[in-house]
C-alpha cells in the first residue's frame, strides 16, 4: 500500500529553520506531483508548495514565496520542504501530498495520497 511518511517537524524560535521530509513507498514516485500543505488550528488546510513530476517546476503559496522551498530527489523518493525565517503564523501541521496532476496549480482536492503530518510551532 502507499505511505507517505513526514519527518523533520519541531518546536523553533521565530527567524529559526526546519526542513521537512517526507519518504514515499508503494508508489511510482517520480511520476507524481508532491505538494506540502499545512493545517493551522481552528483553520481550514491550506496548500503551501509544490512541485511537478514532470519538468520539476514548482509554486508556492504567497505566504511563503521566498522563505520556503521545495525540493525532491526521485532516487530516495522524498520530497524536502526547506523552511526559512520562520513565523509565529506558519505554526501548522504540515502534511504531504502526492497527486497525479502535471499542474502546479493545485489544491487539496487534486492529492491521492496523504501523509499523517507533522508538527511545526514556531514561538515569537
Known amino acids: 500500500q502507499v505511505q507517505l511518511v513526514e519527518s523533520g517537524g519541531g518546536s523553533v524560535q521565530a527567524g529559526g529553520s526546519l526542513r521537512l521530509s517526507c519518504t514515499a513507498s508503494g508508489l511510482t514516485f517520480r511520476s507524481y506531483t508532491m505538494g506540502w500543505f499545512r493545517q493551522a488550528p481552528g483553520k481550514e488546510r491550506e496548500f503551501v508548495a509544490v512541485?511537478?513530476?514532470?519538468?520539476?517546476?514548482?509554486n508556492y503559496a504567497d505566504s511563503v514565496k521566498g522563505r520556503f522551498t521545495i525540493s525532491r530527489d526521485n532516487a530516495k523518493n522524498t520530497v524536502y520542504l526547506q523552511m526559512n525565517t520562520l513565523k509565529p503564523e506558519d505554526t501548522a501541521v504540515y502534511y504531504c501530498a502526492a497527486m497525479r496532476t502535471a499542474r502546479r496549480i493545485v489544491n487539496e482536492e487534486d492529492a491521492d495520497y496523504w501523509g499523517q503530518g507533522t508538527q511545526v510551532t514556531v514561538s515569537s
Open positions: 512541485i511537478t513530476w514532470g519538468d520539476h517546476s514548482t
